[in-house]
């Protein structure tokens, strides 16, 4: 089974309208997660993580996300949707079984947002 | 605010030549690591290293060196370009081992064998 899975490879919502970019982990222990985002040509730049603590993360660019443990997910989320959101969005877990030495990816799901 | 510089940008090889994809840093980070990025699926761990002399493979290190004799570069090197090695490269650093802290990216090679 993939470590983390994107099931989803778009997205397509209006703008001001809420979004969710869903991912769901499978991993034993405590999984770090985390959210990218990937605008076209350009590197991926860090959203939020969950380490531990309070389910719900809050991140940049007004993106949050929610750890839910029973269903081993975390969905990035946002209340209204801008036209600049429109990019790739990646979820990324560390692996406890690993030694937490990098990343694991998911296949990514492209957003867009229709003015 | 240099953060990971890459270079170069944009390559293409012919297939059997050799290249180097270069990688900086500046933030003084411990642990720097190379992931390969192809369509469908997500970025692939190639080398990592946890420090200056120390380097480990990834999930996906053949066909791929990788040498780590300063703190603030990390090189990627292909021996012997193959077709199978087209991607998109970053390279990518985290202040040090604790697997929590946040990775952060360069702007990525792309990178196409012919």
């Known amino acids: 089974a993939q470590s983390v899975a994107q099931p989803e490879d778009q997205v397509n919502v209006a703008e001001g309208n809420p979004l969710t970019v869903k991912c769901t982990y499978s991993v034993s222990g405590n999984p770090y997660l985390f959210w990218y985002v990937q605008y076209p040509n350009r590197g991926l730049q860090f959203l939020l993580k969950?380490?531990?603590?309070?389910?719900l993360v809050k991140g940049s660019y007004g993106f949050e996300a929610e750890f839910n443990k029973s269903q081993t997910s975390f969905h990035l989320k946002k209340p209204s949707a801008l036209v600049s959101d429109s990019a790739l969005y990646f979820c990324?877990?560390?692996?406890?079984?690993?030694?937490?030495?990098?990343?694991?990816f998911g296949s990514g799901t492209r957003l867009q947002v229709q003015p | 605010n240099a953060g990971v510089t890459q270079t170069p940008k944009f390559q293409v090889l012919k297939t059997g030549q050799s290249m180097t994809l270069q990688c900086a840093q500046d933030m003084n980070h411990e642990y720097m690591s190379w992931y390969r990025q192809d369509p469908g699926m997500g970025l692939r761990l190639i080398h990592y290293s946890v420090g200056a002399g120390i380097t480990d493979q990834g999930e996906v290190p053949n066909g791929y060196n990788v040498s780590r004799s300063t703190t603030e570069d990390f090189p990627l090197r292909l021996l012997s370009a193959a077709p199978s090695q087209t991607s998109v490269y970053f390279c990518?650093?985290?202040?040090?081992?604790?697997?929590?802290?946040?990775?952060?990216f360069g702007e990525g090679s792309w990178l196409t064998v012919v």
């Open positions: 990518a650093s985290r202040a040090d081992r604790t697997a929590g802290n946040t990775i952060y």
């Open positions: 969950y380490i531990t603590g309070d389910n």
């Open positions: 990324a877990v560390s692996r406890p079984d690993t030694g937490r030495r990098a990343l694991t």
